[in-house]
């Protein structure tokens, strides 16, 4: 069982960056993908990013593509999403889960987080 735990959000202004960072628990962590989802309010969670951990599989969401990055530190079980430029359409409550592999679908991934608020102010 992998336990993952968000932090890194807050309010920001139209242009900033922000880095979330997502740590996980558990030793099976290494060898899954990792994918980074948001959820606005009265809208569907969706797919923003995902890494495989291991292989150089990546995957971002084209709305984020050029802005967004996600990485992956195995010394220490985390995953980032570094997103810069950021627009007030990102806004909304960041959340990091795992997968089999890299996919872009929600109902795919698992060991979801309890999320992480970014607001971003125009």
């Known amino acids: 069982q992998v336990q993952l735990v968000e932090s890194g959000g807050g309010l920001v202004q139209a242009g900033d960056s922000l880095r979330l960072s997502c740590t996980a628990s558990?030793?099976?962590?290494?060898?899954?993908?990792a994918g980074w989802f948001r959820q606005a309010p009265g809208k569907e969670r969706e797919f923003v990013a995902a890494?495989?951990?291991?292989?150089?599989?990546?995957l971002y969401a084209d709305s984020v593509k050029g802005r967004f990055t996600i990485s992956r530190d195995a010394t220490k079980n985390t995953v980032y999403l570094q997103m810069n430029s950021l627009k007030p359409e990102d806004t909304a409550l960041y959340y990091c889960a795992t997968a089999a592999f890299v996919i872009r679908e929600v109902d795919r991934y698992g060991n979801w987080g309890q999320g992480t608020q970014v607001t971003v102010s125009s």
């Open positions: 558990g030793p099976t962590f290494s060898r899954l993908a």
């Open positions: 890494k495989s951990g291991t292989t150089p599989a990546i």
